[in-house]
């Protein structure tokens, strides 16, 4: 049977047809939206520091991750990777990345998530870092989740995820474990 034919026959059988409900939705809105982001970051794990655009990224980065020595970024003005997840041959050879560097679209003060596109062809440098550094701008963070869905594209590589702090599970013997799915800290620089 083809799918037109089903539908055909639903529609047939349909004796009584509904409007689709009003979604007017009175999600939370804060005060002071920044604030509450930068609070939620570090509620679930996360680190959060504000910069102003004339700042030097690369030495902050630097800075926050002393010991690290391998970097990947395809951001631009990024000048501290050594790899760029644009340029590998398979997405395995950023293992061993101690910092990657992404550039964030959205926050979100509600929950401290952040929509991060892929912009970049392998996507498992989200994932695979040790750490994660992610550069948002101030202007882009919202209230809700709401109001970030509203506002987010999918990119053109059809993939994006939102991050949340480092990653975490307790589902092993109920012990916390940091790092087991991904990242294990991940820093906010909001960009003023």
């Known amino acids: 049977m083809k799918k037109e034919d089903l539908f055909d026959k639903l529609r047939k059988n349909t004796r009584e047809q509904f409007d689709m409900p009003d979604l007017t ?17 570090k509620t679930v794990g996360g680190k959060v520091k504000c910069i102003k655009k004339s700042d030097d990224v690369n030495t ?3 800075e926050l991750y002393p010991e690290a020595k391998v970097f990947a970024s395809n951001v631009p003005g990024i ?13 395995n050879e950023l293992n061993g990345t101690d910092v990657g560097i ?15 596109p892929q912009t970049m062809k392998e996507k ?9 550094v992610i550069l ?3 202007k882009n963070i919202v209230d809700n989740m709401h109001e970030g869905y509203k506002k987010i594209e999918v990119p053109a590589l059809g993939y994006g995820c939102w ?22 800290g991940v820093t906010v620089l909001i960009i003023e």
Not at 25 to 41: L, W
């Open 60 to 62: 902050i980065i630097k």
């Open 124 to 132: 498992a440098i989200c994932f695979i870092s040790e750490e994660l």
């Open 136 to 138: 948002l701008d101030k």
């Open 25 to 41: 939705i009175n999600a939370i809105k804060y005060p002071d939206t920044v604030k509450q982001f930068i609070e939620m970051s």
């Open 102 to 116: 992404l550039q964030g679209e959205l926050g979100v003060a509600e929950n401290g998530c952040i929509w991060v």
């Open 79 to 91: 000048t501290i990777a050594q790899k760029n997840p644009d340029t590998v041959e398979e997405a």
């Open 163 to 184: 991050i949340s702090g480092p990653s975490k599970t307790a589902d092993i013997e109920q012990a916390l474990v940091m790092g087991a799915q991904a990242a294990r």
